[in-house]
């Protein structure tokens, strides 16, 4: 089956310790990016790769770190949490043709205390 | 900059009703629009998408959307709403090579 897997979907954690939400795709896509979403804010995309060793900054990419160095895998990194990185963090792939449907991993509920 | 507005943070339909959710974008070219449902605590799926062609898209579900380039919209439309529909809807234009720009969504309930 195709899809997105992102683990875990839950995590609370305290303020400054270092931590990696892991996402994983099968379809060989080129395309893959993280995602925040916040109440009322929408979807806010953070990092993304357009292929392996190949990354770039989104709209919101303070205090996080991406790497890609396999096809499939495209952590997120948080060095130093903070409170204001509590969200709800969704992964996403796509063929990377520009017009291809992107896949959303089940997302990630992040608690920074 | 892109950019996309879903100007209803709530509607309330009632089960059986026709329904429309508003979208409006802003964009340099010829937008590329989706539309995008979140059931609770479930992730992203795509409901239809338009890239040119017929101004009148059919997806998932029973979806349908418009693409009006007078007027910046794609609406989401059904003729029918069932309570299965209750979730949040987004709204997004594709702003960069595969990169998604959201609206803010708008929350779909649907009483008895």
């Known amino acids: 089956e195709a899809q997105v897997t992102q683990n875990p979907r839950y995590l609370i954690t305290v303020t400054g310790k270092k931590l990696t939400v892991t996402c994983s795709q099968n379809?060989?896509?080129?395309?893959m990016s993280w995602y925040r979403q916040d109440p009322g804010l929408g979807l806010r995309q953070i990092y993304y790769s357009m292929n392996v060793e190949v990354t770039d900054k989104g709209d919101v990419p303070e205090g996080y770190k991406v790497s890609r160095k396999e096809k499939r895998n495209f952590p997120l990194i948080l060095e130093s949490p903070s409170p204001n990185q509590t969200s709800l963090y969704f992964c996403a792939s796509s063929s990377g043709q520009g017009f291809g449907e992107q896949f959303f991993g089940p997302g990630t509920r992040l608690t920074v205390l | 900059a892109q950019s996309v507005t879903q100007p209803d943070i709530h509607i309330t339909v009632s089960e059986g009703a026709s329904l429309e959710l508003r979208c409006n974008y802003s964009y340099g070219a010829t937008p590329y629009l989706f539309w995008y449902v979140q059931s609770p605590g479930q992730g992203l799926q795509l409901l239809l998408k338009?890239?040119?062609?017929?101004?009148l898209v059919q997806g998932i579900k029973g979806f349908e959307a418009e693409f009006k380039r007078s007027q910046s919209s794609f609406n989401l439309r059904k003729p029918s709403v069932h309570w299965s529909d209750a979730a949040e809807y987004f709204c997004a234009v594709l702003s960069g090579y595969s990169t998604l720009t959201f609206g803010k969504g708008t929350m779909l309930l649907v009483s008895p």
């Open positions: 338009y890239f040119s062609g017929d101004t």
């Open positions: 379809m060989n896509h080129e395309y």
